[in-house]
């Protein structure tokens, strides 16, 4: 395991629902990242924290709405999603946002819109 | 601006035969290159990096990667491959010059390796 867990590691959600994932890490790092894998897509980054602070917004929609709360939790609240936004979000951390670390991943969260 | 292509979408090798990934990569300053790889349900497992230094990177699980500057490349290599070793693969770049730890992926080769 990297230090890294996600919850709920599978959700089916309606296009009106409200849900949000959990990402927590054990490993004392400071920065944390949201990434979106789609099939035949590129990995894409979409929202970075460091310190807390967020420094990254990558062109999200606004349907989708980060919270950092401390360095060890990093939550993405979900509401009104449509069906292409169904994929596998995966969730990253690093000792910073700065300098030459490598990033730890999550296991992820298979989000289905229906 | 930083990117990385990773030219197939997948490679086949018979186990015991060598392992290549091929990576090539194009940022403005010094490149930080990054090799993970993704079992399925699980999320990327990382398994090296170059910053500076020794052209060779080695790794875990025995795979290494060789830095080349001129042909602004970072294949991943493996002597002898294992069936375990069938997952997808991705490559990754952060450029040297820019703020933020922002990395790059390229698009994932899926390594097969048969019996």
């Given at each position: 395991?990297?230090?890294?867990?996600?919850?709920?590691?599978?959700?089916?959600?309606?296009?009106?629902?409200?849900?949000?994932?959990?990402?927590?890490?054990?490993?004392?790092?400071?920065?944390?990242?949201?990434?979106?894998?789609?099939?035949?897509?590129?990995?894409e980054?979409?929202?970075?924290?460091?310190?807390?602070?967020?420094?990254?917004n990558?062109?999200?929609?606004?349907?989708?709405?980060?919270?950092?709360?401390n360095?060890?939790?990093?939550?993405?609240?979900?509401?009104?999603?449509?069906?292409?936004?169904?994929?596998?979000?995966?969730?990253a951390s690093?000792?910073?946002?700065?300098?030459?670390?490598?990033?730890?991943?999550?296991?992820?969260?298979?989000?289905?819109?229906? | 601006?930083?990117?990385?292509?990773?030219?197939?979408?997948?490679?086949n090798?018979?186990?015991?035969?060598?392992?290549t990934?091929?990576?090539?990569?194009?940022?403005?300053?010094n490149?930080?290159?990054?090799?993970?790889v993704?079992?399925p349900?699980?999320?990327?497992?990382?398994?090296?990096?170059?910053?500076?230094?020794?052209?060779?990177?080695k790794?875990?699980?025995?795979?290494?990667?060789?830095?080349?500057?001129?042909?602004?490349?970072?294949?991943l290599?493996?002597?002898?491959?294992?069936?375990?070793?069938?997952?997808?693969?991705?490559c990754?770049v952060?450029?040297?010059?820019?703020?933020?730890?922002?990395?790059?992926?390229?698009?994932?080769?899926?390594?097969?390796?048969?019996?």
């Open positions: 395991e990297t230090g890294v867990t996600q919850t709920p590691r599978h959700l089916v959600m309606g296009m009106t629902n409200k849900k949000s994932l959990k990402c927590e890490q054990h490993l004392g790092h400071n920065a944390m990242y949201w990434y979106k894998q789609s099939a035949k897509k590129p990995l980054l979409m929202f970075v924290y460091n310190f807390k602070e967020q420094t990254e990558n062109s999200v929609p606004s349907r989708f709405s980060p919270e950092c709360p360095s060890s939790h990093l939550f993405l609240h979900l509401h009104t999603l449509q069906p292409e936004d169904s994929a596998l979000y995966l969730c690093s000792p910073a946002e700065t300098g030459t670390y490598e990033q730890y991943f999550g296991p992820g969260t298979r989000l289905t819109v229906t | 601006a930083q990117s990385v292509a990773q030219p197939e979408d997948q490679v090798v018979a186990e015991g035969n060598p392992l990934v091929k990576c090539t990569y194009s940022v403005s300053g490149p930080y290159l990054f090799w993970y993704q079992y349900n699980r999320g990327l497992q990382f398994l090296l990096k170059y910053i500076t230094g020794d052209n060779l990177v790794g875990s699980y025995g795979f290494e990667a060789e830095f080349n500057k001129s042909q602004t490349s970072f294949h290599k493996k002597p002898s491959a294992l069936v375990s070793d069938s997952a997808l693969y991705f990754a952060r450029d040297g010059l820019a703020a933020g730890n922002k990395l790059t992926f390229g698009g994932g080769t899926r390594v097969l390796v048969k019996p």
